[in-house]
């Protein structure tokens, strides 16, 4: 008998474990909102102020840190995916997210010299709009769903702006959506 409630005493233990090991950790990631929303938004800033204020033409060099901060992510998320045991619904949902995101940004990225930049700069403020509200959904953090409307209206309102602007605007638009979230996630559960 006393066997018998030790070993279901152990599978409850099992259980507990197994739950808490495939909860999706909301603080866990803030990191990387806190990261790319601080490098965009600075870098949106330095280049308004280097291009517009200061009149240098070639302010836009400020955006190649952001292929390092890839490189960073990239090895901060094998670290962690070698640590976790345990692949939820959740992070396989917001894997595929980001990388539909990243896919999409780096397209047009590569076709920016066709449309302008003027023209590209809102469609990145909706990528981050639908990006976020996505995320949002799927972790139920409702701070990321306000943020990803507030950068789609940004979206709306730089679209008929001149690009100078529109670098305030994106500015904006990545505090409202992954700078402001990013550090409400530290004491979300």
Known sequence: MEQEKLEVNQSLNIISEMITASRYNLAEDRIIYLMWGYAVAISAIIHYILQFQLGIKEAYYVWFSMPVLGIIQTIY???KKKRKRVHTYVNRALSYIWLGF????????????????????????????????????????????????????????????????????????????????????????
């Open 102 to 189: 990243v896919l999409v940004l780096i397209s047009l990225l590569i076709i920016s010299p066709q449309i302008s930049w003027g023209g590209v700069y809102p469609v990145f403020m909706f990528l981050y709009g639908i990006a976020t509200i996505s995320t949002a959904g799927v972790i139920k953090f409702k701070p990321l769903a306000i943020g990803g409307v507030i950068s789609i209206c940004c979206g709306i309102i730089a679209a008929y702006l001149a690009f100078e602007y529109q670098l305030l605007l994106l500015s904006m638009a990545i505090i409202c959506s992954f700078v402001i979230p990013g550090h409400l996630l530290k004491n979300a559960n």
């Open 77 to 79: 998320f094998a670290k």
